[in-house]
């Protein structure tokens, strides 16, 4: 009886540690994991998670794009950015609208901001000087640099 508790307990572990899923951010505590700075921007971290359920966390949207080109893409399940109108929410970054404006500066300094609706983003292009963005066309955007 005991080996039968012991692979239920082993199999149920395996099922919940490979759980595809944002992990909360420790702002002021968790690090960036690619630049190791601490992340406390509300408006500019990012996460991705991959198709095992391992987070990567990251205090700038542009630390994110920048992972990418080191990652195979595909081994990643989730793609998330904080919503700048909406501080501390994680929203899905292949639905998201993308702003570069040097009037709203981000943590490592490519002005890049993330929105939930279009709307948000073209309302602040119309009170900041900037440039707009969808999902594929920032990660183009990214691979030329």
């Not at 099922?15 to 968790?30: E, F, M, N, R, V």
């Not at 292949?94 to 002005?111: D, T």
Request: charged share 25%; glycine share 6%; with cysteine.
């Amino acid at each position: 009886m005991k080996p039968c508790y012991f692979i239920l307990s082993a199999v149920l572990l395996m099922l919940t540690s490979c759980k595809i899923a944002p992990q909360p951010i420790d702002y002021g505590s968790d690090g960036c994991y690619f630049c190791s700075m601490t992340i406390v921007d509300r408006q500019h971290a990012a996460q991705i998670v991959t198709k095992k359920g391992k987070a990567f966390k990251f205090d700038a949207i542009e630390c994110m794009l920048n992972h990418l080109k080191e990652i195979d893409q595909k081994e990643v399940a989730l793609f998330l950015v904080n919503d700048y109108g909406k501080p501390g929410e994680l929203i899905d970054a292949r639905i998201g609208h993308f702003l570069i404006s040097k009037e709203i500066s981000s943590p490592m300094g490519a002005n890049l901001s993330a929105f939930s609706r279009a709307g948000e983003s073209k309302d602040h292009i119309k009170a900041y000087d900037g440039v707009w963005y969808s999902w594929k066309e920032l990660l183009q955007y990214f691979k030329s640099m």
